[in-house]
């Protein structure tokens, strides 16, 4: 399980305890920082990000109780784990009132300070979770999610909360599949921009006549149909994020209007002479190398420099290995809640066909291919039998097999598991789906190892 917490804060007095409980927690793996009293930690705060501290209650200058109330009033979000040596139920009961999360009595051991961390960190686990949820909810969004276990991805959720909280336009490129919604979703979810409203529109989804008023909007009677006023997709995004997919498809004619948007903060509406101020932060997506737009004239390079001012590339789903298994296992969860049932385990042989695919849809292939599979599978496994046979077959060549004979047999394999499956294990009525007698079928059962 990856850490909640980036670094832990103690606070205390004592040198020889803050060297002690730094031994402890940086062997659990935790980040350490020290102060020394409760107004060092303050200002120690305000250029560390910590979300736990351990905090000593006597102590000289501020103690803990007033460093306690100092930061329930600047609403400084941190969850403490308070200590004393001159402890009482009183005592723990009055940290408790100030905001205190925990109470530990010194002298204390080793395992009851690391028992207390990992309580909080599974607290503070299910709070940002809760607090994603309700994003997601409030944005509108479909409640998918990321869901990653490789190095790959991890870098590019780094640089997500990295440029989350800034102003300036990132571009998002990766191949069809791999998820560059996800990605924007989760820059405006953990940016400043969280509360307000997140916008999608695919570039290549739009008539090219029809991208401009879809864009900036459109006043009555600016052209045939237009009945009514249309504030555009800027204005609707106004205070919030513009996510702008497949923004290689967009018209080059089109592309000084959106220039001029990103440089001027303003957008000129259809039919209309005065520009209107708009507070967006622009997000685009290609699957293109815009560069090679740029070459075969189809996209203005000062345009792409200004949306690539950080540009994050997501990585196809046969380079993230590590992935695999954990996205099958949570788009089979998925689909078997929707069906109300439980979800059937993937065996390892399931999982290193799952591997050993090229995938070239991505991880929407991947999504496709465990509701498939879970259609076909009654069972409460799957094993790779049971798979899909595109993911099954052997693509390298060299390893072609142009038996017939071995294909038939493959062939009735699947289907005989699929029979078996649907009836529940029931033979008699496997044999009739397959149109075979009972001994014919208990023979092949034999042969193909099913038994």
Known sequence: MKKTLNQILVVD?????????????????????????????????????????????????????????????????LTVIMMSAYGSIDTAIECMKQGAYDYISKPFKPDEV???VKKAEERLGLQMENESLKRQLASGGSGRQLVFASDAMARVMSMVRKVAGVASPVLITGETGTGKELV?????????????????????????????????????????????????????????????????????????????????????????????????????????????EIAAGRFREDLYFRLAVVDIHIPPLRERNDDIALLAGHFLEAAARREGRPAPL???????????????????????????TLIFCRGDAIDQVALP????????????????????GRLER?????????????????????????????YKLKDYGLE
């Open 346 to 372: 993937l065996k390892p042989d399931a999982v290193a066909a799952l591997q050993g695919y090229g995938w070239p849809g991505n991880v929407r292939e991947l999504e496709n291919l465990m509701e498939k």
């Open 389 to 408: 046979w595109e993911v099954r077959r052997r693509e390298r060549e060299g390893d072609q097999d142009f038996s017939l004979k071995q294909a038939v």
């Open 114 to 116: 690391v028992l207390a």
């Open 13 to 77: 007095d004592e040198a020889p305890m803050r060297h002690m409980l730094r031994l402890v927690l940086e062997k659990q793996g935790y980040r350490v920082v020290e102060a020394g009293s409760g107004g060092e930690a303050l200002e120690l705060l305000e250029r560390e990000r910590c979300i736990l501290a351990l905090c000593d209650i006597r102590m000289p200058e501020m103690d803990g109780l007033t460093f306690l109330a100092e930061l329930k009033r600047r609403e400084r979000a």
């Open 414 to 442: 699947e289907y005989i598991h699929k029979a078996l499956a649907a009836t529940g294990g029931n033979r008699t009525q496997a044999a009739r789906l397959l149109e075979l007698s009972l001994r014919s079928l208990q």
């Open 184 to 292: 924007a979703r989760a820059l405006h979810a953990e940016g400043g921009r969280r509360g307000g409203p997140f916008v999608a529109v695919n570039c290549s989804a739009i008539a090219a006549g029809l991208l401009e008023s879809e864009l900036f909007g459109h006043v009555r009677g600016a052209f045939t149909g237009a009945d009514r006023e249309r504030q555009g997709l800027f204005g609707a995004a106004d205070g919030g994020t513009l996510f702008l997919d497949e923004i290689g498809e967009m018209p080059l004619d089109l592309q000084p209007k959106l220039l001029r948007a990103l440089q001027e903060g303003e957008v000129l509406r259809v039919g209309e002479t005065r520009p209107h101020k708009v507070d967006v932060r622009i997000l685009a997506a290609t699957g293109r190398d815009l560069k090679d």
